[in-house]
């Protein structure tokens, strides 16, 4: 059994939880961001979703924009359009929503770092001139590398799909960190975004249970949220492979299941 400490967003942080839960596991939610979907409020993206064999690519920003996309869109896909992602954890989510990878024409980085840089530096995105590319996103995030597709030729249009809100933990799931803090108990803490570093690290300090929580393992997918985590003095933050089964099999690992990043 481990102690799991979780940022991931509301409500995609309840579904994780209830699986780690059903594997024995202690689950504490420390969301601090809720995601809320547009896509009632936006006839033009039900529209959209009707028309997507028009798109040469549809680019999922994140397992969230896939989520929300497929709550209206269903389990079909036009067979010559294009699926591009970020990383493992969108393709997990891509398969849980009941479409084949195989079935149509996948872009996707094959190693770290999984962001939009790496993907835009794949063919064809590498030079998409006259290529119709379609971007699922939410309200934050980077837009400079959909600046540089447009730059080099391609017909790009951004479509948000969900906002994300600032939200306050559960005073419940932070009592839970509070009593593992204070018997000192071993936890690991799951990070997907810096923002969530911030907020739960100054959270924590707040609490006077931030030296605790820095002394304990760490997990994160992308080497800058890992490096901010270590600047921080979390001196045990690892570098993980995206993904809800990545987490799962860190945790249950015997040995150091991440790549600990060097100082």
């Known amino acids: ?50 028309r997507l064999a028009d798109w040469d690519w549809v680019v999922f920003v994140s397992p969230g924009a896939i989520e929300i996309a497929f709550q209206s869109i269903g389990n079909r896909w036009p067979q010559h359009t294009g699926i591009a992602l970020v990383g493992p954890g969108s393709l997990a989510e891509l398969r849980g929503q009941g479409i084949d990878p195989s079935a149509q024409p996948l872009l996707m980085p094959e190693q770290a770092p999984y962001d939009a840089d790496a993907l835009i530096a794949l ?83 707040g609490h006077g249970i931030s030296a605790w929580a820095r002394a304990q393992q760490a997990f994160a997918p992308h080497a800058r949220i890992v490096l901010h985590l270590r600047e921080l003095g979390w001196r045990r933050a690892c570098l993980l492979e995206p993904g809800d089964q990545a987490l799962l099999a860190a945790i249950e690992s015997d040995g150091n299941p991440g790549k600990v990043l060097n100082d």
Do not use: N
Request: proline letters at 6%.
């Open 123 to 205: 063919p064809p995105f590498d030079a998409p001139k006259g290529l119709k590319v379609l971007v699922l996103a939410g309200d934050l995030g980077r837009q400079d590398w959909i600046e540089t597709l447009a730059g080099r030729g391609a017909l790009v249009r951004r479509l948000v799909l969900y906002r994300s809100l600032a939200c306050e933990p559960a005073a419940g799931q932070l009592a839970q960190v509070r009593q593992w803090a204070k018997a000192k108990d071993p936890v690991v803490f799951s990070f997907t975004t810096r923002d969530a570093v911030d907020s739960i690290d100054e959270l924590l300090d």
């Open 1 to 50: 059994m481990t102690r799991v400490v979780l940022s991931q967003p509301r409500p995609r942080v309840d579904r994780l939880a209830q699986r780690l839960q059903a594997d024995g596991h202690q689950c504490a939610c420390l969301s601090v961001r809720r995601l809320q979907s547009l896509v009632v409020e936006q006839p033009e993206v039900s529209a959209t979703f009707e």
